[in-house]
């Protein structure tokens, strides 16, 4: 027998398991350093043991990290000392962290949903600072099938429904395929001890409900219910896996890069994929542009397949951070805040249509009805014109050196955009972002500030076009 046969055979059924996952998937590697986080639950505690029985024969490098949150007063401090002793008796350095949940961009999501973020930022830290080839994570077959109906009862697409992966990024789940009755199993033939959270109890939480209620109830229809969730969770992630390298390969032969951060496509082009790979496209495109790790999810990129791939051209919408916008054959996205939105040509604007202008977050509707219509009210945010003094090839674009038009009430004086800024003490910097509605005979109007007398309604006027500005806010909460 060899010397890795004998090592092999004096493990425990529960450690040779780990380890066939470890080598299947491709976990980790001798001589590699594994930072482990350690919660002093069951199934922490479990992956600590396994990997302290392996490390001699796999040379490994073991830190532990323990964050405390606080949120259940003495049992968190009781917890962090269980840790703490653990880790001391087994000889495993461990990294303590008082972790603080402030409300900020997360502030409308969930307490657990906060703490699953704060833990995987410091766990990402701690693993720099450690040098860490991989950061080993607890979870079990049932966190699997768990996370699976969670994202199966909010609608999630194949990517959702991959569930968690063995491997992401340093993320390693060496545990992900056993489940938690063989986890206790295993800590009672070893005598270890373990901690209890008592928030694991408590119907407030949604993963809570799934654990204690609908799994069991889903059992009595299949018994093997969690394996066969977790087999789900592997088909989506292969099928997953698939449509990503379609996406990104289309990609790379249609995408183009012309501007600092903004992508463009051909609508023709995009249109011919089936419509799973088109969402995927868009989801990359959006994620892409803001610079994310996370693309949008399926109702905004539902949204803009039907309003603006598919819709009128000049149409925009705003994902977050992106704008995309559809132009004649291009669909094209930039960040919403992006100075490069100044050096992109006009966005045309087509009647009926409502575009979103990224430099100041204004949504700008275009409607055309006939006259007469009731008198037009002094207002900054609306405006109307003769529909048929101009040409409707309209666009909304910043100024250009050499802008000029002819002010409203100066009697058809004619006026350089760069003079009338200054004359209204608009700063300089302010000046690029201001929108304007443009024809082929003129500037119809600086947006918010002043018209051409050239193009108003008169008492002659059959067909009226109307443009309204206002904020995106008010223009999502229309939409909804």
Not at 40 to 61: E, F, H, M, N
Not at 85 to 114: K, T, Y
Not at 317 to 326: N, P
Request: proline residues 4%; glycine residues 6%.
């Amino acid at each position: 027998m060899t010397t890795q046969l004998r090592v092999r055979a004096t493990l425990h059924r529960f450690e040779r398991a780990v380890v066939a996952a470890v080598q299947t998937q491709g976990l980790f590697r001798k001589g590699e350093h594994v930072l482990v986080a350690v919660s002093g639950g069951p199934d922490s505690v479990a992956l600590l043991a396994v990997l302290v029985a392996l490390a001699p024969a796999w040379r490994l490098t073991l830190s532990a990290w323990h964050g405390n949150y606080g949120l259940r007063g003495n049992e968190s401090e009781e917890d962090e000392g269980f840790v703490a002793r653990l880790c001391a008796d087994w000889r495993v350095p461990l990294i303590r962290e008082r972790i603080v949940l402030h409300g900020g961009a997360r502030a409308n999501s969930s307490l657990q949903a906060r703490a699953r973020a704060a833990r995987y930022e410091a766990l990402q830290r701690a693993a720099d600072a450690q040098s860490a080839d991989a950061i080993a994570t607890g979870h079990t077959v049932d966190d699997q099938a768990e996370t699976l109906v969670m994202r199966l009862l909010r609608g999630s697409g194949a990517a959702g429904l991959s569930g968690i992966r063995p491997r992401h990024g340093r993320i390693i789940r060496p545990l992900l395929n056993l489940d938690r009755a063989a986890v206790l199993a295993y800590l009672k033939d070893k005598g270890q001890a373990f901690r209890t959270d008592s928030s694991n109890a408590t119907p407030v939480y949604l993963r809570n409900r799934v654990r204690h209620e609908l799994l069991p109830l889903l059992a009595r229809f299949n018994p093997a219910v969690v394996d066969a969730l977790a087999r789900t969770a592997e088909i989506f992630r292969d099928d997953d896996v698939c449509l990503q390298h379609m996406a990104l390969d289309w990609m790379s032969r249609h995408v183009r890069r012309t501007e600092a951060q903004a992508l463009t496509v051909s609508r023709t082009a995009l249109l011919q994929l089936p419509v799973a790979l088109q969402r995927r496209v868009l989801r990359e495109l959006a994620r892409e542009t803001a610079g994310s790790t996370q693309g949008p999810t399926f109702g905004p990129i539902d949204a803009v397949l039907k309003r603006v791939v598919n819709g009128r051209t000049g149409t925009s919408l705003s994902l977050g951070r992106v704008c995309m916008v559809r132009d004649y054959d291009t669909i094209r996205m930039a960040p919403a805040s992006s100075q490069s939105w100044e050096r992109m040509r006009a966005i045309p604007l087509a009647i009926p249509s409502e575009i979103l202008w990224p430099l100041t977050s204004q949504v700008v509707r275009i409607s055309l009805t006939e006259a007469p219509v009731e008198k037009q009210a002094l207002e900054r945010n609306i405006v109307r014109f003769d529909a048929d003094r101009f040409t409707h090839r309209l666009t909304l674009r910043s100024w250009q050196i050499g802008d000029a038009f002819q002010p409203s009430g100066m009697g058809g004086r004619r006026k350089k955009l760069q003079d009338y800024f200054s004359d209204i003490k608009l700063p300089r910097e302010q000046r690029s972002r201001v929108p304007l509605v443009v024809a082929p005979e003129g500037i119809l109007w600086i947006v918010g500030h002043r018209t051409d007398h050239r193009f108003g309604v008169t008492a002659t006027t059959q067909r009226v076009l109307t443009v309204e500005v206002g904020p995106i806010e008010a223009a999502q909460e229309g939409r909804g």
